[in-house]
Structure formats: structure tokens, C-alpha cells
């Protein structure tokens, strides 16, 4: 009698209320991201010196600790007091946000909470550029300009600010590839207007850059 009660009610609750027992499945799913570890990587200038494009790929995951510290570095808040970022940002308007397309799923990152959080459980790398190697790279960032953000100025000075905030995102990623021996390359090649439709994006978002995050692609040896 009480299981039937209960099977009852949680029927109900599907039937009328169901956001919210999405809502609580889908939080289980988010990834809680590691503190990232500041004290690691090369120099600097030896990351400038060893900055560069790959577009071949191992396709191994990357461990938890890669993905915080790369997220971190990319645009995480490094002035908690403030909330401001790695990268800088024009009238601090943090305005980009950063997708993950991986094996298991789509996840847009959140600097303040520092974690992943899923936005649905799929494989949408193939759509994330026209490029082979998109298919099997362990993650894929895409970068979504939101433009509601803006207080003021036409539509071309947000793509244009917009544009260059992705700048400043994308060469962090570099370093901190470059830092750590990992491959990535930036990517304009997208059909935007598809990918967009398949992350069931707003008007007002646009995306404007992709990029291809892996560790390079093993040689066999002769």
C-alpha cells in the first residue's frame, strides 16, 4: 500500500512538476571541478616559446586535474574578492561563455562555481567543426558570445568586443597547453548556424570561435 502511495506521487510529480526532478537528475550529472594547481607548468616564456597549432590528436581522456586546471586558466576567477578573471574583459562585462563537447555530453563551464555543468548527455563533437579530427578529440571548447550582456553599443561593437574576449580566452588555452605538453588548435571552421540549432542556443548568443583541447598524437616507433 505505502510503495503504491509513493509510486502514485511520484507519478504526479513527473506529470505536473516535472522541471524539477529533471532539474535534480541533471545536477548529479555536472562536473565538480579540482582546485586548480598554480604552482605548476612551465615558465612563461617557455610556453611562449613552445606555443603552437596541432591538429592531431590522441584520442585519451584528459584526467580531472587537466580539465580544472584548463578551465581555470582559460577564464577562471583569479580575484575571488571581485570575481574577475584570467582574461581580461572590456567594461568587465565576462560576457563568453565556454561550452565542452565531450564524449559524454555537452557541458558549459562556470567560473564562479568552478564546475562543468551539463546542458544534455550527448556526443556533439562532430558538429563542432568541419575539420576529421573533431570526431574523436577528448574535448572540444566552444565559445558563445552572449550579447544580452551588453549595456550599450551596436551589434557590431559586441561581436567586435566579443571577438576579442574569445582572443584573450583561446591564447590562455594556448599557454597553458603549451605549459603542460598538450595539443590544441583554434578553429573558425563551424557551421555556426547548425551548432547553434543543436545546443538550442538564444538569438542573441552567437558563437564565434571553436577550439580542439588533446594530448598529441602518439608516433609508433619503428
Same mark, same amino acid.
Given at each position: 500500500?505505502?510503495?503504491? !502511495?509513493? #509510486?502514485?506521487?511520484?507519478?504526479?510529480?513527473?506529470?505536473?512538476? *516535472?522541471?524539477?526532478?529533471?532539474?535534480?537528475?541533471?545536477?548529479?550529472?555536472? !562536473?565538480?571541478?579540482? $582546485? *586548480?594547481?598554480?604552482?605548476?607548468?612551465?615558465?612563461?616564456?617557455?610556453?611562449?616559446?613552445?606555443?603552437?597549432?596541432?591538429?592531431?590528436?590522441?584520442?585519451?581522456?584528459?584526467?580531472?586535474?587537466?580539465?580544472?586546471?584548463?578551465?581555470?586558466? #582559460?577564464?577562471?576567477?583569479?580575484?575571488?574578492?571581485?570575481? &574577475?578573471?584570467?582574461? *581580461?574583459?572590456?567594461?568587465?562585462?565576462?560576457?563568453?561563455?565556454?561550452?565542452? /563537447?565531450?564524449?559524454?555530453?555537452?557541458?558549459?563551464?562556470?567560473?564562479?562555481? =568552478?564546475?562543468? @555543468?551539463?546542458?544534455?548527455?550527448?556526443?556533439?563533437?562532430?558538429?563542432?567543426? &568541419?575539420?576529421?579530427?573533431? $570526431?574523436?578529440?577528448?574535448?572540444?571548447?566552444?565559445?558563445?558570445?552572449?550579447?544580452?550582456?551588453? $549595456?550599450?553599443?551596436?551589434?557590431?561593437?559586441?561581436?567586435?568586443?566579443?571577438?576579442? =574576449?574569445?582572443?584573450?580566452?583561446?591564447?590562455?588555452?594556448?599557454?597553458?597547453? #603549451?605549459?603542460?605538453?598538450? /595539443?590544441?588548435?583554434?578553429?573558425?571552421?563551424?557551421?555556426?548556424?547548425?551548432?547553434?540549432?543543436?545546443?538550442?542556443?538564444? *538569438?542573441?548568443?552567437?558563437?564565434?570561435?571553436?577550439?580542439?583541447?588533446?594530448?598529441?598524437?602518439?608516433?609508433?616507433? @619503428?
Amino acid at each position: 500500500m505505502i510503495k503504491s !502511495i509513493v #509510486a502514485f506521487g511520484f507519478l504526479v510529480s513527473f506529470i505536473f512538476f *516535472p522541471q524539477l526532478l529533471l532539474s535534480s537528475a541533471q545536477q548529479t550529472e555536472d !562536473i565538480t571541478l579540482l $582546485k *586548480p594547481q598554480t604552482d605548476s607548468g612551465k615558465l612563461l616564456m617557455q610556453a611562449l616559446l613552445l606555443r603552437q597549432s596541432s591538429r592531431e590528436f590522441s584520442p585519451e581522456k584528459l584526467p580531472l586535474q587537466v580539465l580544472s586546471n584548463l578551465f581555470w586558466a #582559460a577564464d577562471g576567477v583569479n580575484r575571488p574578492d571581485s570575481g &574577475k578573471r584570467t582574461a *581580461p574583459s572590456a567594461s568587465n562585462v565576462q560576457n563568453i561563455d565556454i561550452y565542452a /563537447a565531450m564524449a559524454d555530453g555537452l557541458y558549459l563551464y562556470d567560473p564562479v562555481e =568552478h564546475i562543468l @555543468k551539463v546542458v544534455f548527455k550527448e556526443d556533439v563533437r562532430t558538429a563542432t567543426g &568541419k575539420q576529421e579530427f573533431v $570526431k574523436e578529440v577528448p574535448l572540444n571548447l566552444i565559445y558563445v558570445a552572449d550579447l544580452s550582456k551588453f $549595456k550599450r553599443g551596436t551589434d557590431e561593437d559586441k561581436l567586435f568586443y566579443s571577438a576579442a =574576449h574569445v582572443g584573450f580566452i583561446s591564447q590562455n588555452v594556448y599557454l597553458y597547453c #603549451a605549459s603542460e605538453g598538450l /595539443a590544441t588548435v583554434v578553429r573558425g571552421m563551424v557551421d555556426k548556424e547548425a551548432l547553434a540549432k543543436r545546443m538550442n542556443l538564444r *538569438p542573441d548568443q552567437k558563437i564565434i570561435l571553436a577550439q580542439s583541447v588533446g594530448y598529441p598524437k602518439k608516433t609508433e616507433a @619503428k
